[in-house]
């Protein structure tokens, strides 16, 4: 399973440091999503970082900034798009989950814990999860599209999202709420890759 750290909304004076860790410890995608910065102060603050990392940073809804910056763009749950696709989508009901696998190299989907970061938001009580399962099991197909669980994802979560079929998680709260950005990445990476030790030895 592969995970994806998604950035805290807000200013962070440890972002940067930690991004220069996580990126030391592995990670491979870093998505960039504060909807309350304007397009001007997101640039100049992606532009203050080393640009050997832009391969692996993605925007959230900034497709024309991600195409200045040579970054990733990645598109919101019903938002409108003018131009190519973006690297991945995010998805929030089944419906719009299954129609858009083989579209995008991911997706996002969730949320399926109760999230860490917004109160009261999580998974309806009837949420219909054998029906996700079978449809996670179609991302397998030829046009392969990984998808990664969103929402409440934190230490010992990551077997059910590896049960329910997801390809690997996003994770923010279980990253930024704590005093050490980096080392709660580590722990959930060591998480993943013991889930997928099983799955190779096979």
Known sequence: MQIVVISPESSD????????GLFEAGLERYHVRKPAW???RLESW???LPAAWRPRIVVHARAGLARRLAVGWHERDRGRRTGPRGLGRSCHDLLSLG????LYPYLFFGPVFPSITK???GPAAD?????????LKRSRAPAQTRVFAIGGIAP?????????GFDGAAVMGAVWNGPDP????RTLRAEAERLEAPRHAA
Do not use: D, N
Not at 99 to 102: A, D, P, S, V
Not at 127 to 135: D, G, H, V, Y
Not at 156 to 164: Q, T
């Open 127 to 135: 949420f219909p999860w054998e029906r996700l399962s079978r449809i």
């Open 38 to 40: 304007t397009p001007a």
């Open 46 to 48: 992606l532009l203050s």
């Open 99 to 102: 129609r858009r696998l083989g």
């Open 156 to 164: 010992g979560g990551l077997a059910r999202c590896a049960a329910l």
């Open 119 to 121: 109160r009261g938001y």
């Open 182 to 185: 980096v080392g709660a990445y």
């Open 13 to 20: 004076a440890r972002e940067a440091a930690s991004m220069q």
